[in-house]
Every structure is written in structure tokens, then in C-alpha cells.
């Protein structure tokens, strides 16, 4: 699993939720470009995908963000919350650029 230090590796820019969401997606996404996961039977996908997109029906730009974590099968009887039963995509250290503001 990629190792965060709460402390120093989230940008202190990062007040937000959805900050933090498009942060680590795009973290994720760079860090996992070719790893595929497979989601059903002859369908494989990026695990992460992320990209800001210009959606012209509302003249914005948007950060669309997809995922495809592994989940243990224990979150089925575990009495944890549900996020504290992903598992690792990789080790890779997240690269400093997404360490600085």
C-alpha cells in the first residue's frame, strides 16, 4: 500500500473534501497508469483514471475520477469501517509534486 504521512505528504492547500478527492485521484491515477484490474469475466480496466474534462452543456470543467480498489472480504462480517478493509493497489511512493502546494 502506498504509505501517506498525513502530516507531510497532504498539501496544506488541501481544506477540503473534495480537494482531497481530486488529490488523490490524480495521485492515484499517476502513480497506477498501466495497472488493470479485472471486473467481470473478459472486461479488464485501469484501476485509476482520472482526468479534468471541459463539459460544455454547463460550461464547466470537471475532474471526472474512477477507482477500482480491492476490498477484503472480511468488510462482509467486519465491524470496522468500510474503508479500513481496502487493500493496496501498490507501494509506490507518492511522488514529491503532490507533497508541495
Not at 484490474?37 to 485509476?48: H, N, P
Not at 452543456?57 to 472480511?74: E, Q, V
Request: aromatic residues 8%; neutral net charge.
Amino acid at each position: 500500500m502506498t504509505a501517506i504521512n498525513i502530516a507531510t505528504d497532504i498539501p496544506s492547500a488541501i481544506n477540503t473534501l473534495e480537494k482531497l478527492a481530486v488529490w488523490s485521484g490524480l495521485a492515484l491515477a499517476n502513480i497506477n497508469p498501466s495497472l488493470t484490474a479485472i471486473e467481470g469475466v473478459g472486461y479488464t480496466e485501469r484501476v485509476s483514471q482520472a482526468g479534468i474534462f471541459y463539459i460544455q452543456a454547463d460550461n464547466k470543467y470537471r475532474c471526472l475520477i474512477r477507482h477500482s480498489i480491492p476490498m477484503s472480504a472480511d468488510y462482509l462480517a467486519g465491524g470496522a469501517k468500510q474503508w479500513t478493509f481496502a487493500q493496496e493497489l501498490s507501494n509506490t511512493a507518492i511522488p514529491a509534486i503532490f507533497k508541495s502546494n
